[in-house]
């Protein structure tokens, strides 16, 4: 029999109850980077609800690498403490519990969404100086150029900067009971901005060739595998194309050679995404799973697992992405926040045996 949603998944030492997965969504609800009430509920909510792997939003190895001044972070001490309850919360669910590390680059300094979303110069109130592969600021379509949040090159200096807080942040979220740690290298951020030829336009060792743009993240995974325990798993979150046909960008055969050099550096497992490097970007449509072929090509193309997201909502649907091969893991964002016990809600409709979460066997047993 092939693999189903609700086969267990098993990556190093750590073994995962399925196959769903929910998938990191920025809350725009953090205390000055500090996880609260909301991240109690929004993720334990979802450990309850019966999903396998419940993954933090992007959680920010620097106050700098927010993309509001509302992002989740974990740059201090402070920062793994408040979010270690939840953790622990998480792990009596019966879940796994993962952490996104995240650095926005030259897309942090913004608004929340629900505030426009505008970009915030460095010099005004909660705002501050971006950094990036590029000098170039996000060209943000909606803002005048001198509304844009100023941008520095990151130097030698600068990029070693980087990949000690990512350490950093590793060992933290170590400590605070994280079993996954996953790099976010998608979405137009600042390990992505490296990756893109549309923001590297850079001439050093960061620059210029596939080898030089892929270094910093091939740097970034080594530095996190070196601090995080051997049994526990690392995802990379890639966009696995920028969406931008008619001109020189990061594409799905870049992604697909990108995978086993990730898998040398220390990742066990790739989380396909896309897009988000340019507004520009030319989307194929949203429809059910139209992400889902760029995390096929790199599972037929190595021997790297995948996660696949990207507009699934049925549980037939899911449950067919695994028994086909197509995907290791099916990563649910907008789906798990409209019914944050889908897992559940899945597993009866497929007639899946599994085990409740433990609030409820005590209602129903004792």
């Known amino acids: 029999m092939p693999d189903s949603l609700f086969t267990p998944f098993t990556l190093r030492d750590t073994e995962f109850r399925n196959r769903v997965m929910l998938s990191p969504m920025c809350q725009y609800s953090a205390d000055d980077g500090l996880a609260n009430d909301w991240h109690r509920v929004h993720l334990g909510s979802r ?6 792997v419940v993954m933090t939003e992007a959680t920010a190895v620097e106050s700098r690498g927010r993309i509001t ?21 998480v792990k009596s669910q019966g879940a796994t519990p993962g952490i996104q590390l995240a650095h926005a680059g030259r897309k942090a300094s913004h608004r929340p969404p629900a505030e426009g979303g505008a970009p915030i110069p460095a010099d005004a109130e909660q705002g501050w100086e971006t950094v990036s592969a590029t000098d170039a600021p996000y060209p943000d379509p909606d803002a005048d150029e001198d509304e844009l949040a100023a941008t520095r090159r990151l130097d030698d200096a600068g990029i070693a900067e980087v990949t000690d807080a990512f350490a950093a942040a590793a060992e933290r979220s170590r ?3 994280f079993e996954i740690a996953e790099v976010h290298a998608a979405h ?5 901005q490296f990756l893109s030829p549309v923001t590297n336009d850079r001439d050093d060792a960061y620059g210029g060739s596939f080898e030089n743009r892929t270094r910093l993240l091939r740097e970034v995974v080594e530095a996190v595998r070196d601090v995080w325990p051997d049994g526990k798993p690392i995802f ?9 046909p008619d001109r020189d960008s990061w594409d799905a055969d870049d992604s697909v050679r990108l995978a086993p050099l990730l898998a040398e550096a220390g990742a066990d497992l790739i989380d396909v995404s896309g ?8 989307l194929p449509g949203t429809g059910p799973g139209y992400q ?4 096929e090509a790199i599972r037929e193309a190595t021997d790297v697992p995948v996660a696949a997201v990207g507009g699934i909502t049925e549980p037939t649907h899911a449950d067919a992405l695994v028994q086909n091969g197509r995907a290791d893991l099916v990563a649910l964002g907008r789906e798990l926040l409209r019914h944050p016990y889908w897992p559940l809600e899945a597993a009866h409709e497929l007639g899946a045996d599994v085990e409740w979460p433990v609030q409820y066997r005590r209602g129903q047993f004792d």
């Open 236 to 244: 990379v979150r890639i966009s696995a194309t920028d969406w931008l």
């Open 47 to 52: 450990a309850a609800g019966g999903a396998g």
């Open 188 to 192: 137009g951020y600042l390990l992505h």
């Open 292 to 295: 889902v072929p760029y995390a």
């Open 275 to 282: 897009g988000g490097i340019h507004p520009d970007q030319q």
């Open 69 to 89: 001044p509302d992002c989740l972070g974990i740059w201090s001490d402070e920062h793994a403490e408040a979010i270690e309850p939840i953790v622990e919360f």
């Open 175 to 177: 400590d605070a009971g």
